[in-house]
Every structure is written in structure tokens, then in C-alpha cells.
């Protein structure tokens, strides 16, 4: 906790779980968290070398292959709804955060509290939609690659499950522990 984050609410159990976590949660929570970086950094690299590819067959005399393309494609993807979770536990998701200047504690609570709830529900809805495309998108196949689409939507799935969770869990923490307020208005801009 920072100096400008409000002292904990709520039942002593449950600040106890956010403040000083027990050693398994964090231990499990820094797994997970590898996990999807891993997945992440991978699709990442194979987008870079898939690219890199796909640039040096256009002055090749051979044939490009067309599935490198398209698993470039899939990997973006995969980044993209993959690491979807980290980014909402580190806060460092796409996020208009000029509410953390109002000095109301109450009000900052709410908002994020709600901004969390939303995040949450729209894990949900997205990984209830991957789950059908999973069961429903068996049979087909990618054009080039002739990859199961359904793995395509179940590799997305992980992230939708990530962030569901991670933003009920970020909610739940905004709740109890409160918050923090960002002190940019206590900074002077330096003179020219």
C-alpha cells in the first residue's frame, strides 16, 4: 500500500487477504501470471520471426508459404486476449483514469468498483461465446493451416477466463481495501 492509499474497510479476513496475501495465493497468482506472460511473449516472438518470414519470401526465387500469414494473424489474436488478465491485475490496461484525481474516496471506490464489475461481465459474456465457438467450430478448419478453429477460440478462452476473474477479484479488492488516489495535482510543473 502507497501513502496516498486509504486505510483498508470491511471485515478484518478480507483486508487481511488483500493487504498481506497468503503465501500459496500469491504463489499460484505469480504462476498463473507466467503462465499467460509466457503464452504472450511466444505469440509475440512468433509474430516477429512469421513476419520476418513473410518479408524474406518476397525476394526469394521459392514459393512462400501462405500459413505463415495466417498464424500471424491467430497469434496477434492470442496476445492480444491472452495477457488481457495480467494487464487488468497490474492496472495497466487501456483505461481513462482521470478519476483518481478526485479527492472523494468514495467516489473513486465506486467508479473503479463499477469499471471492474463491467470489465468482469464482459469476461464472462466473451468466454461464454468461446466455449460455443469451441463445442460448435470442431469441424472446421483454417484455410491455410488446416488448424481446428476450435483451438483457435480455446487458446482466446484463456484470457476471457483470466480477466473475468482477475477483474471480479480487482473489484472485490477496490471494495474493501479502497482505491488509490493519484497525487499528479500535488507535482508542480517546472517553469520554462
Not at 44 to 54: K, N, P, S, Y
Not at 107 to 115: A, D, G, K
Not at 153 to 161: D, L, N, P, R, T
Request: proline share 6%; net charge neutral; aromatic share 10%.
Amino acid at each position: 500500500m502507497t501513502d496516498v492509499t486509504p486505510p483498508p474497510r470491511g471485515p478484518a479476513w478480507l483486508q487481511k487477504l488483500f493487504t498481506q496475501p497468503p503465501l500459496w495465493l500469491s504463489r499460484t497468482t505469480r504462476t498463473l501470471t507466467a503462465i499467460e506472460l509466457a503464452i504472450g511473449i511466444a505469440a509475440l516472438l512468433l509474430i516477429f520471426f512469421l513476419v520476418l518470414a513473410q518479408a524474406f519470401q518476397r525476394y526469394l526465387p521459392v514459393d512462400g508459404w501462405p500459413w505463415t500469414g495466417e498464424l500471424a494473424r491467430f497469434c496477434l489474436v492470442w496476445l492480444t486476449f491472452v495477457v488481457a488478465g495480467v494487464l487488468v491485475t497490474t492496472d495497466s490496461h487501456i483505461a481513462i483514469e482521470m478519476i483518481d484525481t478526485v479527492d472523494n474516496e468514495v467516489v473513486r471506490r465506486l467508479v473503479r468498483v463499477i469499471s471492474c464489475v463491467v470489465v468482469a461481465a464482459t469476461g464472462v459474456i466473451l468466454t461464454a461465446a468461446a466455449w460455443s465457438l469451441v463445442q460448435e467450430q470442431g469441424m472446421l478448419k483454417s484455410p491455410a493451416m488446416r488448424m481446428p478453429m476450435s483451438w483457435f477460440y480455446a487458446i482466446s478462452m484463456i484470457g476471457f477466463v483470466s480477466t473475468a476473474l482477475r477483474a471480479t477479484i480487482a473489484a472485490v479488492q477496490y471494495a474493501v481495501v479502497g482505491a488509490p488516489r493519484d497525487n499528479w495535482a500535488d507535482v508542480e510543473a517546472p517553469v520554462a
